[in-house]
């Protein structure tokens, strides 16, 4: 069985990803930086995963993805992006916009429960 330990270098690293994880309220970045720290701990991967959660395998990507990339690794999981892309063009919006001036009540209140498809419908037909 092959050992892991980190340095005291890396363990202060990471103590600083989780202060920032915190501050950023990026749970992602928490929960890799909270298994990876009690890794460092010498706390076993079966109860890492445990506590986390997550599968032995899951815990065994983040340490190979660690050990490969870095703290570099965790420091780009702050700029994920949020959510999927809008489907709606800038001047698919801009022109909702337009609707909207002209008639916003009417608009909103029909456009509550509609996709966008449904969106693209009633600015072709104006309603």
């Known amino acids: ?61 983040w340490l190979k993805t660690f050990m490969h990339k870095g703290v570099g690794w965790l420091i780009g999981q702050h700029y994920q992006g949020r959510g999927r892309k809008s489907k709606l063009t800038k001047d698919q919006k801009n022109i909702l916009v337009e609707i909207d001036k002209e008639r916003p009540r009417r608009l909103w209140i029909s456009l509550w429960n509609m996709n966008t498809a449904m969106i693209g419908r009633a600015y072709l037909f104006k309603i």
């Open 1 to 61: 069985m092959v050992s892991l330990t980190f340095s005291k270098s890396i363990v202060d690293r990471l103590k600083k990803n989780m202060a920032t994880a915190l501050k950023l309220s990026n749970i992602c970045l928490y929960r890799l930086t909270q298994a990876l720290l009690w890794f460092s701990e010498c706390m076993g991967i079966k109860e890492i995963a445990r506590l986390m959660g997550v599968c032995e395998k899951t815990i065994i990507n």
